[in-house]
């Protein structure tokens, strides 16, 4: 009786470990198990920048991510086609791919020197077994032991065709109670090529510092004229300003850079930032940040991607508890801007503020803080940080048109405006 008891809670634990590694692949970007860290995908043209690049061109995208078991696993890759909206597209890989459906990741390199043993995995999009043969919205699927059932990352990236123009003004807002803290993106779509019914066939996202939680979408123009769409009512594309994001320096574990308060190594690395002050104050301070971007550095090491070491960053916000029900995250780049309980924070009471911590990848991060009021299920990136209209941001638009009689849509514009020129 014994020794089937002992079977039976073998064969129910191996069944819990199939089961977690069998997850529902999403079509976001995602990392499926614990031990995947510091995902980076952009256009090797500049480091960071967003994971965009021009069909049959040079451009490359590079695509990397760090697993802390170590050793080496064996990881497939591929690539989907998919909608504006970020559904399969249902088109057949023979329609979009050039060369293979699917090929292993070959490079990837052990940590050196560092408390944390890792493994670096990376690759280059096109390359000579995957290249896309048509524009649009593309999710990269990486999957252990060539199991489509077993994801471990899966990244949204964006291949285009160029074939529009855009032009974009930004403004304060229109709406008087919203010019102190809002801003306007109006912006015209030039084409030589006729577009018959703009309204259902041509989409066009909005996003500011490439936040995907906060695209706005425009599906009828404003006004239509030859050879241009016009695109600025009044109500739409109207976005909060926000405030600059905050950031902390901790490419040296040995010496303190900015916004490091204290060093602890010992058996693991910790890194406590000083206290944050709400930022939703009555006067706008001007600051330097990178929109939400991180950048791994390493000033101890010769190479960011193997030698630089992880360590538990502990945040900390003092202000009030917020009137409404909720909770508190902190959010940039590096995370996705995911809430989930590795953003989120707990409020202390009695010394009020919000603590938490995250494990991080040496380097430059920006980041910041919002609420999830849980009345609404709406994200406020004010409450903590105020919205000033002077606030520096970027602004995207994308631009997706369908021909008649196509079976996917066409990414036929993009352009990234940054409001400061540096």
């Known amino acids: ?217 425009n599906k009828n123009p404003t006004f239509v004229r030859p050879g241009s769409l016009v695109y600025n009512d009044v109500n739409s594309n109207d976005f909060p300003a926000g405030n600059q994001f905050r950031k902390f320096d901790m490419r040296s574990l040995r010496y303190k850079a900015e916004n490091v308060q204290e060093i602890i190594r010992d058996s693991i690395n910790k890194v406590v930032l000083f206290t944050d002050l709400n930022g939703n104050v009555a006067k706008f301070t001007d600051r330097f940040d990178e929109n939400g971007d991180f950048f791994i550095r390493n000033q101890d090491g010769r190479d960011p991607n193997t030698d630089s070491d992880y360590a538990r960053v502990y945040f900390s916000l003092n202000t009030a508890l917020p009137t409404t029900a909720g909770d508190a995250y902190v959010v940039g780049r590096f995370n996705n801007y995911t809430l989930n309980e590795t953003s989120k924070l707990v409020y202390d009471a009695s010394g009020k503020r919000f603590t938490g911590s995250i494990l991080l990848k040496q380097g430059l991060y920006d980041y910041k803080y919002v609420w999830l009021d849980k009345q609404d299920g709406k994200t406020d990136l004010t409450v903590f940080e105020g919205s000033f209209f002077e606030t520096k941001n970027t602004y995207q638009v994308y631009v997706y048109y369908r021909r008649p009689g196509s079976r996917w849509e066409e990414l036929v514009g993009f352009v990234d405006l940054n409001m400061v020129k540096r």
């Open 1 to 217: 009786m014994i020794k089937l008891s002992g079977l039976f809670f073998l064969m129910l634990f191996s069944l819990q470990i199939v089961m977690a590694q069998d997850q529902q692949l999403v079509y976001d970007n995602k990392v499926y198990l614990p031990e995947i860290r510091t995902v980076q995908c952009y256009n090797t043209q500049k480091e960071q920048s967003l994971p965009v690049i021009a069909l049959n061109s040079n451009e490359r995208l590079f695509f990397s991510f760090d697993n802390l078991q170590g050793g080496s696993k064996i990881y497939a890759y591929t690539i989907e086609h998919c909608t504006s909206d970020w559904k399969p597209s249902r088109v057949s890989p023979l329609d979009y791919l050039e060369g293979m459906s699917e090929d292993r990741i070959t490079e990837y390199k052990y940590s050196f020197g560092t408390l944390q043993q890792y493994t670096n995995y990376s690759l280059t999009l096109p390359n000579t077994q995957i290249k896309p043969k048509i524009s649009g919205n593309y999710l990269l699927k990486v999957y252990e032991n060539g199991n489509p059932q077993q994801p471990v990352v899966s990244q949204r990236f964006y291949i285009v065709d160029k074939q529009v123009g855009i032009g974009v003004n930004i403004t304060a807002s229109p709406q008087v109670n919203l010019r102190r803290t809002h801003q306007k993106v109006d912006f015209t779509i030039s084409h030589s090529t006729p577009i018959q019914n703009p309204s259902l066939d041509l989409k066009a996202v909005v996003m500011q510092n490439g936040i995907p939680q906060t695209a706005s979408w």
